[in-house]
């Protein structure tokens, strides 16, 4: 695998439902980043996460639970979820120093709530 | 507060008609800005980053440049598979990661 993938593609889920998405990086990079991306809308910032811990949280409700076990991984807990946060969710990851934070994403997870 | 606005919105061009979109910004201190292509239903794809004013890169039919408060990306002779959303972000020096986008402009190619 190369760049940064992430499991699944797409996912339907009911308001009562948990799940989780994935987000795994091949780049080596140092910082890993959740954002969301509904129809019309800018891409919005989720969570920043920097050597493993948390920097940034963008006012997310807390039915979205991001985990980052590792340098590499990112996880984010869904749980009773509502129509409205059916969107495209998206990882990306980053080298942080100068000059070298330019982001890289994944494919996303297309996410519908039912 | 940092802000991101892109022009036009949408655009339509005949293969091979040379054009420009155009992002305006403000920041506090800017770190970065950021030129994205992103394909329906895919995750954005990095483009270009330029980092001071009178910059510019280039790859392939596409160059992007900068000044204090905009950036272009020109397009020279579009192909059909030059159609795609590109989206522009910034970084200030303020922030940890924390790209802010604008809505992005929607380029539709035809042969």
């Known amino acids: 695998e190369t760049g940064v993938t992430q499991t699944p593609r797409h996912l339907v889920m009911g308001m009562t439902n948990k799940k989780s998405l994935k987000c795994e990086q091949h780049?080596?990079?140092?910082?890993m980043y959740w954002y969301k991306q509904s129809a019309k809308k800018p891409l919005e910032l989720m969570f920043v996460y920097s050597l493993e811990e948390r920097v940034e949280n963008n006012s997310v409700p807390s039915r979205f639970s991001p985990e980052c076990p590792n340098s590499s991984h990112l996880f984010l807990h869904l749980h009773t979820l509502q129509p409205e946060d059916s969107a495209l969710y998206l990882c990306?990851?980053?080298?942080?120093?100068?000059?070298?934070?330019?982001?890289?994403f994944g494919p996303g997870t297309r996410l519908t709530v039912l | 507060e940092d802000q991101v606005t892109q022009s036009p919105e949408a655009l339509r061009l005949q293969e091979g008609e040379s054009s420009s979109l155009n992002c305006s910004y403000t920041v506090s201190g800017l770190r970065g800005l950021f030129w994205y292509r992103q394909d329906p239903g895919k995750g954005p794809e990095f483009l270009f980053t330029?980092?001071?004013a009178g910059e510019e890169k280039e790859k392939e039919r596409l160059k992007a440049t900068l000044t204090k408060k905009e950036s272009f990306l020109h397009i020279t002779a579009p192909k059909p598979e030059d159609s795609a959303t590109y989206l522009c972000a910034v970084l200030g020096s303020g922030n940890t990661g924390k790209l802010i986008f604008g809505q992005g402009t929607t380029l539709q190619v035809k042969p």
């Open positions: 330029l980092y001071s």
């Open positions: 990306a990851s980053s080298q942080e120093g100068y000059r070298t934070d330019t982001q890289y």
């Open positions: 780049l080596g990079h140092n910082a």
